[in-house]
């Protein structure tokens, strides 16, 4: 196999389980997309009830699937959501979180970036909302989706290597840029502290996080941001930026060759930040069990805010 159809083989196994991250150790190929049928979404309530904005080569329905295993995955959203996974009461904090699975903005991972990272803070106590960005189209057909993905993969790769800013999608940037309204107009209904929302997002989640961040829209900045395995490119970031927390492998075969360019940029903004580089977890490790201690992540994500009062008390205290 050529080297990025071997990467987007090994990002497309950790959508899986043990057996098919070992295929792709075995340079054996990405596993075979196996279609399901669209569930049940509780809670999930849309970002534009009167529709979301047209996008351009929209052709193909929404689709789920998986890779040959239980974790779901969601292509060509064109209308997006928001899931809130509320705390009980005796444990809510007051803060907010609003989660972004990554997928190389051609699809979304929403079990092992999305539902099971929502469920894990909403039991410590953190509001969470699981963000169903529209993605990019793509072909039902396997193997142009495959091509899509390596050469998604080939310019990530390339940008990384050059110390290029990352991409951005517009459309995921305008949803992130909803839900956070959405969230702070109706904080009081979902007992959270609208002064305290983050994000956090994984891979492209990440990208999505951090062009969200520097948009810096009136009520859409989100409060503090998590980037995990997201690109570390330098790039201009403006005084008051909000506090950043970055996680990475220090085996990711797409990331983890940059500089780290970003945390300079974060510092030289003035603003807070915290970096944690694990020896090895690969690409898309989410809440994942891959053996290292990348599985810390979730804690330690946790333990930084609290570290910087977004734990404090809960609303209207």
Known sequence: MTQTRVLWAAVVAMLAVAPFAQAQRNNEGPPPWVATEIPEQPGALPLYPAGAPAMAGAANQESWGTFGTYYRVVRNVTEPTITPYLPHPSLATGAAVVVAPGGAFLMLAYDGEGDLVARWLAAHGVAAFLLKY????????????????????????????????????????????????????????????????????????????????????DGATPDFIGLIYGPMSATEVPRGAPPLFAAMAADDPLFASGDFGLLRSWRDAGSPYEFHLYHGGGHGFGLRPVGTTATMWPEQFLAWMGDLGFLNKPPGE
């Open 134 to 217: 529209r993605v990019q189209p793509t072909p039902a057909d396997q193997a142009e989706m495959e091509r899509m993905g390596e050469q998604r993969i080939a310019s990530a790769t390339d940008r990384n290597a050059r110390g290029a800013p990352p991409p951005t999608f517009q459309p995921a940037v305008d949803d992130a840029i909803a839900a956070l309204r959405m969230i702070r107009a109706n904080a009081a209904e979902w007992n959270v502290d609208p002064e305290r929302v983050g994000m956090v997002g994984f891979s492209a989640g990440a990208m999505n996080t951090l062009a969200t961040t520097l948009a810096a829209k």
